[in-house]
């Protein structure tokens, strides 16, 4: 009885051993996978907000990093591409945070240009309820298209909140808070770029971006 169990033992130990090994090399492979992915969908989005006919540059090998909590709302760098045309910067693209969304923290990424406007704006996630705070999805809603040419007058600038609270974005029937907070993050990020663009555009590339 006692070999028995201790045979036993030893094939169920063998195939956990094998189990194990073979989660591992798919999670590898599936890792790799995914950041390439992840990859070709940054390339394809920074070329939707900032146009090739500025820029001469391979956007996501100009990275650099930002950190400011109270502008793009968390404690953490974040990524920023820079596009430069002739070696002159013309613009950038800077990832950011809405932290107050309605279902929790909403990632964005914001193309500015040189003079401080809006080149396009696009959300990379959230958990936004589906029917409701899901149209910052451009696959949803062309709301996010509504940014585009916009820009900063001034840190008070009122335009710069939705209809509700007497600025000139749309809210969504049923959801104000996410297009509130949206609204709320791309001004501060404006603010930021308008404050330190000479600071950032100036930096030379310095991070690597990390998917996993």
């Given at each position: 009885?006692?070999?028995?169990?201790?045979?036993?033992?030893?094939?169920?130990?063998?195939?956990?051993?094998?189990?194990?090994?073979?989660?591992?090399?798919?999670?590898h492979q599936?890792?790799?996978?995914?950041?390439?992915?992840?990859?070709?969908?940054?390339?394809?989005?920074?070329?939707?907000?900032?146009?090739?006919?500025?820029?001469?540059?391979?956007?996501?090998?100009?990275?650099?990093?930002?950190?400011?909590?109270?502008?793009?709302?968390?404690?953490?760098?974040?990524?920023?591409?820079?596009?430069?045309?002739?070696?002159?910067?013309?613009?950038?693209?800077?990832?950011?945070?809405?932290?107050?969304?309605?279902?929790?923290?909403?990632k964005l990424?914001?193309?500015?240009?040189?003079?401080?406007?809006?080149?396009?704006?696009?959300?990379?996630?959230?958990?936004?309820?589906?029917?409701?705070?899901?149209?910052?999805?451009?696959?949803?809603?062309?709301?996010?298209?509504?940014?585009?040419?916009?820009?900063?007058?001034?840190?008070?600038?009122?335009?710069?909140?939705?209809?509700?609270?007497?600025?000139?974005?749309?809210?969504?029937?049923?959801?104000?808070?996410t297009p509130?907070?949206?609204?709320?993050?791309?001004?501060?990020?404006?603010?930021?770029?308008?404050?330190?663009?000479?600071?950032?555009?100036?930096?030379?590339?310095?991070?690597?971006?990390?998917?996993?």
């Amino acid at each position: 009885m006692k070999k028995s169990m201790l045979k036993n033992g030893l094939l169920l130990a063998l195939f956990a051993l094998i189990c194990t090994a073979f989660v591992a090399v798919v999670n590898h492979q599936t890792i790799d996978k995914i950041n390439e992915q992840q990859q070709l969908e940054l390339k394809r989005v920074l070329h939707q907000l900032i146009p090739d006919s500025l820029h001469d540059n391979e956007l996501t090998q100009y990275c650099i990093l930002i950190h400011d909590e109270e502008a793009l709302g968390v404690d953490t760098p974040l990524p920023a591409y820079i596009a430069t045309n002739q070696s002159v910067p013309v613009a950038i693209a800077m990832e950011t945070i809405a932290p107050d969304g309605y279902n929790g923290n909403i990632k964005l990424i914001i193309g500015i240009d040189v003079n401080g406007q809006v080149l396009g704006v696009r959300t990379l996630s959230h958990a936004e309820t589906p029917g409701l705070g899901d149209k910052i999805d451009l696959r949803k809603s062309d709301w996010v298209l509504g940014f585009n040419h916009k820009s900063l007058i001034s840190e008070d600038d009122k335009r710069w909140s939705v209809k509700k609270d007497g600025g000139e974005f749309d809210q969504f029937t049923g959801a104000t808070i996410t297009p509130r907070a949206y609204v709320k993050a791309i001004k501060n990020a404006l603010i930021y770029f308008n404050q330190n663009q000479q600071t950032l555009l100036q930096r030379p590339a310095n991070c690597e971006v990390d998917y996993q």
